[in-house]
């Protein structure tokens, strides 16, 4: 079947939320469950939702760091800076632009702090702020800067998709990490950055289609009509690995 | 999708690019630092802002001369600033004057089909080496 921006629009969610996502997993109390115990389901479902909603585990050190407890912000600056990182780091593909970057945005969370209300989890606060800040950081910067790129975990060896990728004895496949590596980036980088974004968040970070609609303030059916786009303009540029 | 999935495994590789754990420690640190540096900018302009606020306080009721004499130089800084409206007339000094008199005065003809010609007026002021000075001439040259 040959997937439409239209039908992607209409595909059922089966995503499963993950770290970071209020609603799903502890059990949001749907509209039957109100009536089988014979509660008016339209009377309060807010309140029941509220009580049966995960509390969010930053709470209490988000309300420290805003009375001024810089040692609780240093906390949450140690829990997500690697996730933070990552996000910058493959839109960029520059660790020295990243470095900086993400510098900025804590401090801008941190000054941003007390007009955080807590509607949404910090999580997805703070990685809105990365995500636009980052967005910002790529119009103005020039798009031939060379690459700063990381190193490699030698873990990578060890991974079923990396070890089929190199697998085949034929010369055009053949490739070594730093070559595989400098195609992937090459291969990113000539995408859109909207359309990097998702691409980072969905298939490198592992984020659901619903949180990342959160955190870039789109529809669910926008994300996957962007993934659909950046798939099939990857697939273009890696070619040469999926012969 | 075959094709689609085949992507997203080697995009998937990118997560193994990591800067290690060293530098996640060392960011934190850099970070702590940035913030104490922040901090301290910040408070020391707000103690240059209450130090200002209470000098002022501490002046009474002469406190009210510090906006008054402000408002002043600034009103006397505009006044000089502006140009006023007389300078750009020319001065009477540069005015040539002549004679008033009508009978004295060249005169054009009624008509525009005549020739016209000009009349001297019979009264000149006296010419030194050919040239006429101005009636308003002082100094050396209205002596000479």
């Known amino acids: 079947m040959q997937l439409t921006e239209t039908s992607l629009s209409a595909m059922p969610k089966t995503d499963s939320p993950k770290s970071g996502d209020q609603c799903g997993s502890t059990g949001d109390i749907s509209g039957e469950d109100l009536r089988k115990k014979g509660g008016n389901a339209k009377a309060n479902p807010m309140s029941e939702r509220r009580k049966m909603r995960k509390v969010d585990p930053d709470l209490e050190l988000v309300q420290r760091a805003r009375e001024g407890d810089t040692a609780a912000f240093d906390e949450l600056v140690v829990k997500y800076t690697p996730k933070l990182y990552g996000l910058v780091y493959h839109m960029t593909s520059n660790h020295e632009d990243t470095n900086d970057t993400l510098q900025d945005v804590f401090a801008k969370a941190y000054r941003a702090l ?98 990342i609609a959160k955190i870039i303030g789109v529809s669910e059916g926008t994300v996957r009509s962007r993934l659909f786009y950046a798939h099939r303009q990857l697939q273009t540029y890696l070619d040469d690995f999926r012969k | 999708m075959k094709d689609s999935d085949d992507v997203q495994r080697l995009i998937r590789l990118k997560r193994y690019e990591t800067p290690g754990e060293e530098y996640f420690q060392q960011f934190a640190e850099n970070f702590k630092e940035r913030q104490r540096a922040e901090m301290l900018q910040q408070s020391s302009r707000a103690l240059l802002a ?95």
């Open chain 1, 114 to 211: 007390k007009r955080f209300k807590g509607k949404s989890a910090f999580y997805t606060w703070i990685y809105s702020i990365a995500t636009n800040m980052t967005l910002n950081f790529l119009k103005k910067r020039n798009r031939r800067r060379a690459y700063s790129l990381d190193d490699v975990d030698l873990a990578i060896e060890r991974d079923e998709d990396f070890i089929e990728a190199t697998s085949k004895s034929d010369p055009v496949r053949e490739a070594n990490i730093s070559e595989l590596q400098e195609r992937l980036n090459m291969a990113m980088q000539q995408l859109s950055d909207d359309h990097r974004a998702v691409v980072t968040m969905f298939d490198i970070q592992g984020m659901p289609h619903a949180e």
């Open chain 2, 50 to 144: 209450e130090r200002f606020s209470l000098w002022f306080e501490e002046m009474g009721s002469a406190k009210w001369l510090v906006p008054t004499g402000a408002a002043a130089a600034v009103g006397a800084g505009l006044f000089f600033a502006i140009p006023r409206a007389n300078e750009n007339e020319v001065p009477t000094s540069a005015i040539v004057e002549t004679s008033t008199d009508k009978a004295t005065m060249p005169s054009f003809p009624e008509s525009t089909d005549e020739n016209i010609q000009l009349k001297i007026p019979k009264a000149m002021p006296p010419a030194i080496d050919g040239n006429v000075l101005p009636a308003s001439a002082r100094g050396p040259l209205r002596e000479l």
